[in-house]
């Protein structure tokens, strides 16, 4: 399993993902799951991926192929547009299921997959799209913040609390990593090191893309703090009176 999460926000988008992949408490391996396909100062993409590694591993190579192949019609490189974008990831994991999905299904393997999409490219506003496994997906609108893929229930109660569209790029960073520190604390199957990606609008191409495994010191001070913050804050909530006066 792994967590991924892309916010949209009025200042450009903030990714961030786990690499860890499981296949039982024996089998722990580290694989990437995030892909930037740019051209600098015309576009960037970024691709997210969630699900059974060897199909997310299919769709990302077929979209990297099609680059280096003139024939092969629409790349990420060449589209018009993000929903364009969305589209040709969609079509790959058409593509995958077709090929694999009955003989999975007989190895009783769920064709389990999911793909976050956006950047933005030179023509239109930024754009972040989310991919289910049948291809299909949905858009952010303007009352959608952010998107999340694989192991998400944990993360997602300070992304409901604190995000706003309004929200600055160092906020959403922020937010993302403690929201990537909730789930790693709650859950084995996701864990460093993560991948962040922030694109500011209007710039075609990422600010910054960092690596953050066990060295990082901000990450393991945010994880800190934030632990003590929310100590902190709990020993000052009030009491019930009902409960003051039920124990005495």
Known sequence: MTYCVAMLLDTGLVFLSDSRTSAGVDQISTFRKTTVFQNPGERVIVLQSAGNLAITQAVTSILQERLASPDA?????TCASLFEAARLAGDALREIHRRDATVLKEFGVEFNASLIVGGQIRGEAPRLFCLYAAGNFIEATADTTYFQIGESKYGKPILDRVI??????????????????STIRSNLAVGLPLDLVIVRRDGYSVARHIGIDTDNEYFHDLRSLWSEALREAFAHLPEPDWLRQALG
């Open 164 to 181: 706003r569209r309004s929200s600055s790029l160092t906020e959403g960073v922020k937010c993302a990593l403690v929201s990537m520190d």
């Open 73 to 77: 019609g629409a790349s990420l490189l």
